[in-house]
């Protein structure tokens, strides 16, 4: 392809790129390819034409079914034409046309004799066109050619074949499946690209037979391969059956882990990348394993070679996320690497420095980093700044130091995404630290203003409001926020009246001097302030409009129990009546849960490219399917509706899963069916559920699905009755009964007679976190308070042996199926102690909240104590049910 030219303005001294396909017009480009026509060829020129047609068609351009046939036929033209450059073109133009099957026929007899020239060039293309062009009719009629190819002594040609395989074995794999002896040849070639190609070839070809790709590796991994692209693929391949057998044999070894210490000591430096990234990535990887791969990655560290040292330090970074300890011996190394040229390496050096630096060095690092950050982008600040975060949380005391670096750079110029950042790492800061909250809250009054995004100015407004009024001089904020009434847009005023009214409502001693504040407000321009103002002042005033200070606290600090998305939603949905709109009808699910797909691998799409409807999917959609159905409407107000449950394995036949519904007293199993035999059509489809296992449930109704043709999805349901507002568990065994009929293939038409057959399921079981709405609350503290602590119950529980404390805190959250509030499911790597907090909707919609606090002794025993609030008393009894059972 033409590359754009550059000319120098002798007028100017700044340099204007001029690109040679300016103005090109598709009309004028079609007019000029009637030189392919002409009786003595210019090779030069027909070139150039199709280097404009490529052009055009790599733009997005499209052609007509009657332009492209034409300027196919004119192309075929040109195989009459010796010159070799021009014959590429050609090959690149019909590979960019892909010809209908009646054209392809017009060119197929000329690609035929270039694949078998004396010429190796015209070979290779030849193969490559011929393979991207034809169908499987004409793929047999050349297979023996294409295994020739691929043992071809010239590795251009072999290299051409095997890739032409790869792309291949999506549409046509039983004809590629046959050239496994010809590709194992190719994998013991001594060029490079023909062994790299043939091993990806060998590999897609086994990838199903996991055994068969396990022997492969094993031959491989004694030596035979000498092409450093083909040793790191079978790096790859290696990693991937470790993963696949689990961490240690029976011998307590980790399978294959010499061969990846073996690949250390290559003489290609990215074989010895490969290697130790793929070391570092070993699911519970040793620190006795990691240290040969840290060996080497500091090597890599004072490289002359920029991209070298980018591997190493971003392999590094990695590592130092879960293995802190293991990189700081690379310390002085990463030091040096501050005042790299390439910002993007001194971007990574300095965050992992952050993550493996200990207390003492924090003054230094800070020092070095203040120079560091002007001379970077917003995208590297972003992750500096979130280092910092980190670091400032794993060294409490230090906060002083790292809060002034993020306010001295909050007050710098920069992008949206790199402010928020920083606002962001501030406000955790002030949540995870005390100390650090006035001087934090200071800074972030400071910030707004002279801050340009509203987003930011409404967002700290909000926060200053929770946490303001409970510092020890709430009125020095005072000034900050009413600032902003005067000063800032509508929205920002808006939300500095919201403010305003906490510290009156919060503060005794405010409330005349807000009072005073709010009534100014009341003549502002904008209607929704106005509005804010009169009601705030009526809630301070106490005139009656709520009934307790408990309600106005609620009014004022509650959270929206529905998400916002919702109530938008059922608010469009609510045509005005009598009957006024009811805020507990909107649904409390966080979000919506897509179904899964499960479509085969190297399946074509149907129709123009575009996948099958899939199955309803999103709480909303199903409660309006389900209360369509006769049988289940009267089942009343749809509670939650899980995440789709798989039944079948990925590859098999069927594909089946199922999403449970859950009323107050019933339950209904969806069971989402997709028929992936293209020679089947099923009839009077039906899950048969045998409930022994679930003694508390009954069965009322099922709902079979009549037809389910070939990659079309169905839904058959079957319903339960269970005991009332009660979290009833169980076992249900499944299995798919249906009637098969045999489709023919050339009309579509299906046969009249079936035969019944069965498909048997994998188990379905209902838990006790199906009986939980994961709805989050903005502000923990202020709903924990507003509960009433009579409905408390504490107890606590061992709960074992454990990795970390990570995974006690993961498993549960599970467990209780709950929403992690203000990022409290995530724990420190080092940590040895955690408290973590749960909001959630129990059925029957009850509001719960959990503060769970965690320890680790030396032997990684973990202990927890569960703290339960609950507007029902029974629930809180029932969610330690739920812990002491899981």
């Given at each position: 392809m033409a590359q754009p030219l550059v000319k120098k303005d002798d007028d100017h001294d700044d340099e204007l790129e001029y690109s040679p396909f300016m103005g090109i017009e598709k009309g004028a480009v079609l007019q000029e390819a009637r030189v392919f026509n002409d009786p003595q060829l210019d090779p030069r020129k027909c070139s150039q034409v199709i280097t404009k047609l490529?052009?055009?068609?790599?733009?997005?351009?499209?052609?007509?079914?009657?332009?492209?046939?034409?300027?196919?036929?004119?192309?075929?033209?040109?195989?009459?034409?010796?010159?070799?450059?021009?014959?590429?073109?050609?090959?690149?133009?019909?590979?960019?046309?892909?010809?209908?099957?009646?054209?392809?026929?017009?060119?197929?007899?000329?690609?035929?004799?270039?694949?078998?020239?004396?010429?190796?060039?015209?070979?290779?293309?030849?193969?490559?066109?011929?393979?991207?062009?034809?169908?499987?009719?004409?793929?047999?009629?050349?297979?023996?050619?294409?295994?020739q190819a691929i043992v071809d002594k010239n590795p251009v040609v072999s290299s051409a074949a095997l890739v032409s395989g790869l792309h291949m074995l999506k549409t046509n794999p039983e004809i590629v499946k046959r050239w496994s002896n010809e590709v194992q040849e190719a994998v013991q070639s001594r060029a490079a690209l023909v062994q790299f190609h043939a091993l990806a070839l060998l590999h897609q070809i086994r990838q199903n037979d996991r055994l068969a790709v396990s022997k492969l590796v094993g031959t491989l991994t004694r030596g035979a391969v000498r092409s450093p692209l083909a040793q790191c693929l079978l790096i790859r391949y290696t990693s991937q059956i470790i993963r696949d057998m689990g961490n240690h044999s029976q011998s307590g070894?980790?399978?294959?882990?010499?061969?990846?210490?073996?690949?250390?000591?290559?003489?290609?430096?990215?074989?010895?990348?490969?290697?130790?990234?793929?070391?570092?990535?070993?699911?519970?990887?040793?620190?006795?394993?990691?240290?040969?791969?840290?060996?080497?990655?500091?090597?890599?560290?004072?490289?002359?070679?920029?991209?070298?040292?980018?591997?190493?330090?971003?392999?590094?970074?990695?590592?130092?996320?879960?293995?802190?300890?293991?990189?700081?011996?690379?310390?002085?190394?990463?030091?040096?690497?501050?005042?790299?040229?390439?910002?993007?390496?001194?971007?990574?050096?300095?965050?992992?420095?952050?993550?493996?630096?200990?207390?003492?060095?924090?003054?230094?690092?800070?020092?070095?980093?203040?120079?560091?950050?002007?001379d970077i982008a917003d995208e590297f600040k972003i992750v500096v700044v979130e280092a910092i975060r980190s670091l400032c949380l794993k060294f409490p005391l230090k906060y002083r130091s790292l809060m002034n670096f993020l306010s001295n750079i909050l007050r710098e110029e920069g992008g949206f995404e790199y402010k928020r950042a920083i606002v962001d790492s501030i406000v955790t800061i002030i949540r995870d630290i005390p100390d650090a909250k006035e001087n934090g809250l200071l800074h972030l009054c400071e910030f707004i203003e002279d801050c340009e995004f509203t987003y930011l100015s409404t967002q700290i407004l909000h926060f200053l409001g929770i946490e303001g009024p409970n510092t020890s001089d709430p009125s020095k904020y005072i000034r900050y926020i009413y600032n902003r009434v005067h000063l800032e847009n509508a929205t920002v005023r808006a939300a500095a009246v919201c403010t305003l009214a906490k510290f009156g409502f919060m503060v005794e001693a405010l409330k005349p001097r807000i009072t005073v504040l709010l009534k100014r407000c009341i003549y502002d321009s904008d209607d929704e302030v106005r509005d804010r103002a009169t009601l705030f002042l009526s809630v301070l005033a106490n005139d009656g409009l709520v009934d307790t200070d408990k309600d106005s606290k609620e009014f004022l600090f509650g959270s929206l129990e529905a998400p916002l998305v919702n109530l938008e939603t059922s608010l469009k949905n609510y045509e005005p009546s009598e009957e006024a709109f009811d805020v507990d009808s909107v649904p409390k699910e966080v979000k919506s849960q897509p179904l899964a797909d499960k479509k085969s691998k190297g399946k074509k799409p149907t129709g123009l490219g575009a996948p099958p409807p899939a199955p309803v999917s999103g709480f909303d959609a199903y409660e309006r399917l389900l209360s369509s159905i006769p049988e289940f409407a009267s089942f009343g107000k749809l509670f939650k509706s899980s995440p789709p449950v798989e039944l079948t394995e990925a590859e098999t036949e069927y594909s089946v899963n199922v999403v449970k519904h859950i009323f107050e007293s019933h339950i209904v199993f969806q069971y989402n069916c997709t028929n992936t035999v293209p020679e089947q059509?099923?009839?009077?489809?039906?899950?048969?559920?045998?409930?022994?296992?679930?003694?508390?449930?009954?069965?009322?109704?099922?709902?079979?699905?009549?037809?389910?043709?070939?990659?079309?999805?169905?839904?058959?349901?079957?319903?339960?009755?269970?005991?009332?507002?009660?979290?009833?568990?169980?076992?249900?065994?499944?299995?798919?009964?249906?009637?098969?009929?045999?489709?023919?293939?050339?009309?579509?038409?299906?046969?009249?007679?079936?035969?019944?057959?069965?498909?048997?399921?994998?188990?379905?079981?209902?838990?006790?976190?199906?009986?939980?709405?994961?709805?989050?609350?903005?502000?923990?503290?202020?709903?924990?308070?507003?509960?009433?602590?009579e409905n408390e119950l504490v107890d606590e529980y061992g709960l074992g042996p454990r990795e970390s404390l990570a995974e006690a805190v993961k498993a549960v959250i599970e467990t209780l199926g709950m929403q992690s509030c203000e990022g409290t499911e995530t724990v420190a790597s080092n940590a040895r102690s955690h408290t973590c907090l749960l909001s959630g909707l129990y059925i029957g919609n009850v509001k719960v909240l959990v503060k769970a606090q965690f320890g680790m002794d030396s032997t990684k025993e973990i202990v927890m104590k569960l703290a339960v609030r609950a507007d029902d008393p029974s629930v809180s009894d029932a969610i330690h049910a739920i812990v002491s059972c899981g």
């Open positions: 490529l052009y055009l068609l790599n733009q997005g351009e499209s052609f007509t079914k009657v332009e492209a046939t034409e300027v196919f036929f004119s192309v075929t033209k040109l195989f009459q034409s010796k010159d070799t450059g021009l014959r590429r073109m050609v090959y690149l133009i019909i590979k960019e046309l892909s010809p209908s099957a009646d054209e392809v026929i017009i060119v197929t007899s000329s690609l035929m004799k270039d694949m078998n020239s004396k010429i190796d060039m015209y070979r290779a293309n030849a193969i490559r066109v011929l393979c991207r062009i034809i169908d499987g009719t004409l793929l047999t009629q050349i297979e023996r050619y294409l295994k070894e980790r399978p294959f882990y010499d061969f990846l210490e073996s690949c250390l000591r290559h003489k290609a430096e990215m074989v010895i990348l490969e290697a130790a990234r793929a070391i570092t990535e070993l699911d519970g990887v040793t620190s006795r394993e990691l240290t040969p791969a840290i060996t080497v990655l500091q090597l890599f560290l004072s490289s002359p070679k920029p991209v070298l040292r980018f591997a190493a330090v971003r392999t590094l970074n990695k590592v130092a996320m879960t293995h802190p300890m293991a990189v700081t011996n690379c310390n002085i190394d990463m030091e040096s690497l501050i005042s790299d040229q390439n910002r993007s390496i001194a971007t990574l050096a300095i965050t992992t420095l952050l993550k493996t630096g200990n207390e003492s060095s924090v003054e230094r690092l800070m020092k070095q980093i203040t120079n560091f950050m002007s059509l099923l009839e009077r489809v039906n899950v048969i559920v045998d409930a022994s296992e679930a003694e508390e449930f009954s069965e009322l109704s099922s709902k079979p699905l009549n037809s389910l043709p070939y990659d079309s999805p169905g839904q058959a349901f079957v319903a339960f009755e269970k005991p009332e507002g009660v979290s009833a568990v169980g076992k249900f065994s499944n299995t798919l009964t249906f009637i098969v009929k045999e489709v023919d293939q050339n009309t579509g038409e299906a046969e009249d007679d079936g035969v019944e057959d069965e498909y048997q399921l994998e188990d379905l079981e209902v838990v006790a976190s199906d009986y939980m709405v994961n709805v989050g609350v903005s502000n923990f503290r202020n709903a924990w308070e507003n509960m009433d602590p």
